[in-house]
């Protein structure tokens, strides 16, 4: 139990584009989701808290007009990097916690590559 | 700032010892603690969480924490190969909502055979 998953695992783009990722909860339902990043060698960054049916809560320091997140459904939500630049490049990682154990569970994050 | 401190290492382990990880944190009001694991390209996996002062095992698995201390420790008994990675503390912030967590940078362990 407690699968979370990531689409897409890879993206390459050019810089200017936008790049949308999305983070699903399988076998259970997730009123609480986040968004992390992780540069190479580092440990993981929140940058935002995304609650179902309501606005994501950023962490400071994370712009929000850039990291559109949208949690839609119990079960989903989306990151949107708009006008992605080389260093926006990074590891992203989502997470999905249960109500029961208010423990969270990542997904196997996505890797972004802004050319 | 909320912080939580671990050792980077590399901790060096033979294969079949006891690997010891530790960690410490700022935030007195901290609930609940956890363990995740990170093979090198990967995402988190979460190995165990404990909420009371005291110990908890799970298979070769053991977690410490000591609440007054500010202290949280790991033990893997029997250390494999497989264990090889990093190892990330992280602890939830005191007040509020959301359960945010607040993670360590890690503890790479080298499980050597």
């Known amino acids: 139990g407690a699968v979370v998953s990531q689409h897409p695992s890879w993206v390459i783009c050019k810089s200017g584009t936008s790049v949308k990722i999305e983070c699903r909860s399988l076998d259970f339902q997730a009123t609480t989701m986040f968004w992390y990043r992780q540069f190479p060698k580092q440990s993981l960054m929140l940058m935002a808290t995304?609650?179902?049916?309501?606005?994501?809560?950023?962490e400071q320091g994370v712009e929000k007009d850039k990291f559109l997140i949208n949690h839609a459904s119990l079960t989903l939500s989306t990151l949107t990097v708009t006008s992605a630049h080389p260093e926006d490049s990074s590891f992203y990682i989502c997470s999905a916690m249960t109500q029961i154990q208010e423990t969270q569970y990542f997904g196997p994050g996505t890797r972004l590559l802004v050319l | 700032q909320k912080e939580v401190e671990q050792n980077s290492g590399p901790l060096s382990v033979p294969e079949g010892a006891i690997a010891s990880l530790n960690c410490t944190y700022s935030d007195r009001g901290s609930q609940s603690f956890f363990w995740y694991r990170q093979y090198s390209g990967k995402s988190p996996e979460l190995i165990m969480f404990?909420?009371?002062?005291g110990d908890k095992e799970d298979g070769r698995f053991t977690a410490q924490l000591n609440k007054a201390s500010q202290y949280v420790s790991l033990l893997i008994r029997d250390s494999q190969p497989s264990d090889s990675a990093t190892y990330l503390c992280?602890?939830?912030?005191?007040?509020?909502?959301?359960?945010?967590?607040?993670f360590g940078k890690g503890t790479l362990l080298t499980v050597n055979p």
């Open positions: 404990i909420y009371s002062n």
């Open positions: 995304s609650n179902e049916g309501s606005k994501a809560t950023y």
């Open positions: 992280a602890v939830t912030n005191s007040g509020g909502s959301n359960y945010k967590l607040t």
